[in-house]
């Protein structure tokens, strides 16, 4: 693959890959921009090359997934060595903005919150499924572990999330509505 059809696909695959970094990344926004920025600097610079193998989209997550462990191990160290020098490395969480408090509806946030509940495993595969369009092999292979393997991820995760969304409340019809019972969130 060339340098101009390399960065096209890229610029294509930005949203999705940035949704990916994203969800890496804890739901960081400065981590994921980080991540994605030093995943286009290694692809670009060479240091990881796309060989074929898989589908470029697929091959992109599982860089973005990889440089975001690293990312976070490298943090990890970072506050330990902090920590051991007497110094804090323990930062403030960042506040959600007006705008995006907003932004979200009730039911999704309750939706994002039974998400994260999930084991991490299943949280993965569905969303690398459902919101990055992969197929279950896809999956698999931008989280390095067997098909067979992410399918039981996938199965098991979704029928978590139905009982989570269920005992909230929210039915998992196409409407998704509240039911009069339930109390309004903040």
Do not use: N
Not at 5 to 26: I, K, V
Not at 75 to 95: D, N, T, Y
Not at 158 to 176: F, I, W
Request: aromatic share 6%.
């Amino acid at each position: 693959m060339d340098d101009a059809e390399l960065r096209a696909q890229l610029e294509l695959l930005h949203p999705d890959s940035y949704g990916w970094a994203l969800s890496c990344c804890a739901r960081d926004h400065d981590e994921a921009e980080e991540v994605l920025q030093i995943v286009y600097l290694k692809i670009l610079a060479g240091r990881a090359q796309f060989d074929g193998r898989a589908l470029f989209k697929t091959w992109l997550f599982s860089v973005i997934r990889r440089t975001a462990i690293d990312e976070w191990r490298r943090r990890v160290v970072r506050r330990l060595a902090l920590m051991s020098h007497g110094k804090s490395g323990v930062h403030a969480a960042r506040e959600e903005t007006a705008d995006e408090m907003v932004e979200r509806s009730q039911i999704r946030a309750m939706f994002c919150r039974a998400l994260v509940a999930l084991p991490k495993r299943q949280r993965e595969v569905l969303q690398l499924v459902f919101y990055h369009d992969l197929s279950l092999q896809e999956a698999a292979d931008a989280m390095g572990v067997s098909v067979g393997s992410a399918r039981t991820h996938y199965d098991r995760g979704k029928t978590r999330l139905r009982r989570s969304m269920q005992a909230l409340g929210v039915d998992d019809e196409p409407g998704l509505e509240r039911t009069k019972t339930e109390p309004t969130l903040p």
